[in-house]
């Protein structure tokens, strides 16, 4: 149990166009959603928290204007990076944790975007 | 924010061979988690460690939560090329009105053939 998927795997795209990325919980529902990015050879950077039916909470430093993230179900959360540019290029994965937390966060298998 | 300090930072190992790896920090935590994460994937949670002291087996895999609760380390006994990946420690923590993960630098290990 506890499955959560993130289309596409991975995208090009050019320079100015917008990209979004769909992260779903497939036998479970989640009221909160993660999305974070990952640059070569370092850790995950949260970005921000998704929030089903309310605004996402961005972390310092994060454009909110750029991510913009959407929590529409309860099974549903997409990031679209607006206007990507080349410096966006990066792994962005999406986690999620069943309602009643007691269990764990699953990840899903990320996203390479690539902006040229 | 808590700061975890991952070490060492690379490591490359001969299949067969045991390694340690360790997650530090000034901060106690009331729980700590351990992640392996493949490349082009994304993390999967290993194990959960909650009470200082505690030592939790995954197969090759040992797990121990420090007395205080401000470290961890990773045992992996007779190295496998499957074992190769980005193993990272992370806690939870309260913010947003939900629980959030913070993550280490993680350790990538590479284990030859």
């Known amino acids: 149990g506890a499955v959560v998927s993130q289309h596409p795997s991975r995208v090009i795209c050019k320079s100015g166009t917008s990209v979004k990325i769909e992260c779903r919980s497939l036998?479970?529902?989640?009221?909160?959603m993660f999305w974070y990015r990952q640059f070569p050879k370092k850790s995950l950077m949260l970005m921000a928290t998704?929030?089903?039916?309310?605004?996402?909470?961005?972390e310092q430093g994060v454009e909110k204007d750029k991510f913009l993230i959407n929590h529409a179900s309860l099974t549903l959360s997409t990031l679209t990076v607006t206007s990507a540019h080349p410096e966006d290029s990066s792994f962005y994965i999406c986690?999620?944790?069943?309602?009643?937390?007691?269990?764990?966060?699953?990840f899903g298998s990320g996203t390479r975007l690539t902006v040229v | 924010t808590q700061l975890l300090e991952q070490s060492p930072q690379f490591l490359s190992i001969q299949e067969g061979e045991n390694l340690t790896v360790y997650c530090n920090s000034s901060s106690v935590f009331s729980s700590l988690q351990w992640y392996r994460q493949e490349p082009g994937e994304g993390p999967v949670l290993l194990v959960t460690?909650?009470?200082?002291?505690e030592v939790k087996k995954l197969k090759r895999l040992t797990f121990q939560f420090g007395d205080a609760r401000k470290d961890s380390s990773l045992h992996i006994t007779a190295a496998q090329p499957g074992d190769t990946g980005l193993y990272l420690c992370?806690?939870?923590?309260?913010?947003?009105?939900?629980?959030?993960?913070?993550f280490g630098k993680g350790t990538k290990l590479s284990v030859i053939p």
């Open positions: 460690v909650v009470t200082g002291g």
């Open positions: 986690s999620a944790s069943p309602r009643d937390r007691v269990r764990g966060y699953t």
């Open positions: 036998d479970f529902q989640a009221t909160t």
């Open positions: 998704s929030n089903e039916g309310s605004k996402a909470t961005y």
């Open positions: 992370a806690y939870r923590y309260s913010g947003a009105g939900s629980y959030q993960l913070t």
